[in-house]
């Protein structure tokens, strides 16, 4: 049985339930409180959710990382096409973009919103990290162009990674997103495994 981590409501979570969802897997969710226990510190670290355990002995940090694991452990699915197709390149990019680029530089910006002091919250650094975070949002249009998802016809891991992080950008952080992507987000949470996933999500 995959099991995985997360905090309730935790943004990343959300990534590997919609996986699992979509490939029809099992998983049972663990809540772990905030500060994370010396339990949970015992398995993970570094503290951070989510974190993914199974029977094959898997016991991993990164969300992203997750989801690869799990497309390729568990499928073949059509969340990840073989490495022979032409769309493989461009999910492997948009999925690993969804939060190197992307989920990444959102924490700095989350903590100086909600951690720092007054009179902290905005400096250079938080300017220059929203600088990029809107080039980057922005060349996710440029990816998408008129395709129905980001690697052409077919929804996959990269459809969840970046839209989930759009979520962190939108939710947490107040931040739009082009126009041009409207549709193609309510695209892929039209998706009945998002539903189940984000029901995941609040446990
Ligand atoms: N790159 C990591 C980021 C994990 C991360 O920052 N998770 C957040 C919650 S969504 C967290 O654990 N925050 C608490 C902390 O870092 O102390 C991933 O994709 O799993």
Redesign the pocket.
Known sequence: MITIYN?PR????I?VFWVCEEMGLPYACEAVG???SAAYRALNP?????FLTDDHGAAI????A?MLYVAERYGPTPLLPAKTDPAFARVMQMTVFG?AAL??YM?PLMMAKFAAPEGQKVNWLTGALENRLGDAVNFVATVLGDQQYLAGGTFTLADISVSTAFDMWTGALGKAVPAALTAWQERVKARPAYTRAAAAQQR
């Open positions: 905090f935790g943004a990343r979570g990534r905030y500060p994370p570094v503290g951070s959710v989510p940090n990164e969300s992203v997750m939060e989920g990444a924490n």
